[in-house]
């Protein structure tokens, strides 16, 4: 996906990008590369191919909720930044919340959050049970890319959504972890109110994002302990 793509692929979705916001991603594009040569932040470093499956990707839940309605987001499992980080950049008054277990990403995330001079965004070492118990319903939007099958996202997840707002989960073709999923969105008190299923542009591959709405205050032993998800899910 070349710039020029990429531009037309957001108007698609209602987003025109200013030449800052994408100057920011070009910043960030090459801070991905820079330190991707000395920790493991990404398999895709060609620069079409960041831009359509990670830049692009991340962007795609505008298919299914108007987050110029938002005002806050937190991203569980963030990784290199991918959804949060891009979803930070083209949408700059959300205030976000990037998490993730591994203490090496959050640095490379503070270091590109410095250098794009974002405000109201900050990226946090923990595990996802571990911070919500600590983030209770505190958040319009939580989201996940791709990190864990739908019924275990859903206990990290819901805890620290407000009632009546959105998880947005980004999935490749999950129909199984669908039906998997439904004794644990009876427990969390919450409802997939949208499933969108596209294919990325150019390559084909497809993509499927799912909206649940969460209708109900959590009970407060959600999440469990990481190793009684991991042996038990819901």
């Given at each position: 996906m070349?710039?020029?793509?990429?531009?037309?692929?957001?108007?698609?979705l209602n987003i025109t990008p200013t030449d800052r916001q994408l100057e920011q991603l070009e910043i960030y594009y090459k801070l991905?590369?820079?330190y991707n040569k000395v920790m493991n932040l990404t398999g895709i470093t060609e620069k079409k191919q960041v831009y359509l499956k990670h830049f692009y990707d991340?962007?795609?839940?505008?298919?299914?909720?108007?987050?110029?309605?938002?005002?806050?987001?937190?991203?569980?499992?963030?990784?290199?930044?991918?959804?949060?980080l891009v979803i930070k950049i083209l949408y700059p008054h959300l205030k976000i919340t990037l998490v993730d277990?591994?203490?090496?990403?959050?640095?490379?995330?503070?270091?590109?959050?410095?250098?794009?001079?974002?405000k109201n965004i900050e990226a946090i070492h923990a595990r996802a049970e571990e911070f919500a118990h600590q983030n209770y319903e505190k958040y319009d939007v939580v989201t996940s890319r791709a990190v864990a099958s739908l019924n275990i996202l859903l206990e990290y997840n819901i805890p620290i959504l407000k009632t009546n707002k959105y998880f947005i989960a980004y999935k490749g073709n999950i129909s199984r972890e669908?039906?998997?999923?439904?004794k644990s969105l009876e427990i969390l008190h919450c409802k997939i109110?949208?499933?969108?299923?596209?294919k990325l542009p150019n390559e084909e591959s497809n993509r499927t994002i799912i909206k649940i709405k969460k209708e109900k205050p959590t009970n407060k032993?959600?999440?469990?302990?990481y190793s009684e998800i991991k042996k038990n899910p819901l």
């Open positions: 070349t710039i020029n793509e990429f531009i037309e692929a957001l108007k698609k991905l590369i820079e991340s962007i795609t839940l505008a298919r299914v909720i108007d987050l110029t309605q938002q005002q806050t987001l937190c991203d569980i499992g963030t990784g290199a930044g991918f959804p949060g277990s591994l203490n090496k990403r959050i640095e490379f995330l503070k270091k590109v959050i410095e250098t794009l001079n974002l669908i039906s998997e999923s439904q109110e949208k499933i969108e299923e596209f032993k959600f999440p469990r302990k």
